[in-house]
């Protein structure tokens, strides 16, 4: 539910952003309050779970995730909806991160490894039915009602979860309020300057807030030097691995965002499809994962994150290249279906290497806060290409008609696939033990 919602808003944004009557760059917050919220809070929430009770935190968790829902339902303009997206993403983030680590301590060691790949294909149908859903619904209903039906699963999962889940608690760290704070606002405030260079005739307070945030991320670092017990160990960042993988999953996910952002807008605004039929002709890319997911752990290890995480950011970029080059404002909907499914593909091999990698960096006993990292690293790569892709579009096009928003749509995605041949760079530092 709580990955769903990153995905379930996507085929909802042209009814949202017509209903509002609001921009493009605005339109964005309505995504990413909700990643900057979880990336931001969730290392906070995860000491907080294992310091006070898994299972505790993991309800608490989930009734706040409903009670957002309630009011992203209600909302009548879109700061109200951005406001309840960040009382979303404060739930939701401690909802993954805590029914992994219930799930992990719950089951056998001998189990734990197919236990979790059920774990894993479950939060993966996300990707698949999050954006048709977020259609059929938006089509037959109202985009209200993709928020309404969190509500009575929300519900029964908290009853579920206190009669049978077991309590559980782990590591007691110290949960250090101004680090929690300084990730917040550092991480918000250069998000929202990049965005608001597309949106403001003077760039004085952009780069004035850019500034400030830029100096609250060096003093976080500094902090994390000198705490004996930091929220991010700087110590993992020596290993190359470590520093390369959540680099290059920045970047995996910063393409991903960018184009689940502006491709079912462009396929319902150029292609005049309705918000269901958009949904369905997403399916070719994020598809893909149920026919990949099931070979891509036997083909990392088999030969390797590194090579495998490579070509599967080349599969991922030449997809949306391919995407870029060929579309026009009359060009069919067929000519994209390869494309999409290479960049299925390689979205799909690439998650399962780079996360494989990240976490075989750190000791068994890190693996809890280094998963934490790479979820912030990706959640915040996500935040930032979906400001980027913004960026790009307004530069090179518009919503005034179809034209000018198919020249900025082949744009943003020029940048997806920029983004992804970036991260090449950093999956070539793995070390490859295969």
């Known amino acids: 539910m709580s990955m769903m919602d990153s995905m379930i808003v996507t085929t909802a944004s042209t009814a949202i952003r017509t209903d509002f009557n609001i921009s493009v760059g605005t339109l964005q917050w309505a995504l990413n309050a909700y990643n900057i919220t979880i990336g931001a809070v969730l290392l906070v929430g995860v000491s907080l779970g294992e310091r006070i009770g898994r299972r505790r935190i993991y309800n608490i968790g989930i009734f ?89 699963i929300g519900i029964v999962a908290i009853y579920l979860s206190s009669r049978f889940l077991p309590e559980s608690t782990g590591k007691i760290d110290k949960v250090n309020m101004l680090d929690s704070i300084l990730i917040v606002l550092s991480s918000a405030g250069i998000i929202w300057s990049l965005s608001e260079t597309t949106s403001t005739k003077s760039l004085i307070i952009p780069i004035l807030t850019g500034g400030i945030s830029l100096i609250l991320i060096v003093w976080f670092v500094w902090r994390q030097s000198k705490e004996s017990n930091p929220m991010i160990p700087l110590e993992y960042f020596k290993s190359s691995v470590f520093t390369g993988g959540n680099l290059a999953t920045s970047l995996l996910y910063a393409a991903m965002y960018g184009v689940v952002f502006f491709l079912p807008q462009f396929l319902q605004v150029v292609d005049h499809a309705n918000s269901l039929v958009a949904g369905l002709e997403i399916l070719p890319w994020t598809g893909t994962l149920v026919l990949v997911a099931p070979f891509a752990g036997k083909a990392v290890d088999k ?22 080059i060929l579309v026009s404002n009359q060009s069919p909907y067929i000519i994209i279906v ?97």
């Open 303 to 324: 030969f390797g994150e590194k090579i495998i995480s490579t070509i599967s950011l080349i599969l991922q970029g030449l997809g949306y290249l391919l995407i870029a």
């Open 64 to 152: 706040i995730f409903t009670l957002g829902s309630v009011f992203c339902a209600l909302s009548d303009n879109i700061t109200f909806l951005i406001i309840a997206r960040v009382i979303e993403g404060i739930g939701a983030s401690v909802m993954t991160p805590m029914s992994m680590a219930i799930l992990t301590h719950a089951i056998p060691t001998s189990k734990r490894g197919k236990a979790l790949g059920i774990w894993s294909g479950i939060g993966g149908l996300a990707l698949i039915v999050g954006p048709s859903l977020g259609g059929f619904i938006v089509a037959k209903l109202a985009w209200q009602w993709i928020f309404w039906i969190n509500v009575p």
């Open 338 to 434: 390869i494309p999409l499914v290479l960049a299925g593909v390689g979205l799909s091999m690439a998650g399962p290497a780079l996360q494989k990698a990240v976490l075989g960096a750190v000791e068994p006993v890190a693996i809890g806060k280094a998963s934490g990292i790479y979820n912030v690293f990706r959640l915040m790569g996500g935040a930032v290409g979906t400001t980027v892709s913004v960026i790009v579009f307004s530069r090179f096009g518009s919503i005034g008609n179809v034209s000018s928003f198919t020249n900025g749509f082949r744009s943003a995605m020029f940048c997806a696939a920029i983004l992804s041949m970036l991260g090449v760079i950093f999956s070539l530092r793995f070390k490859n033990d295969k």
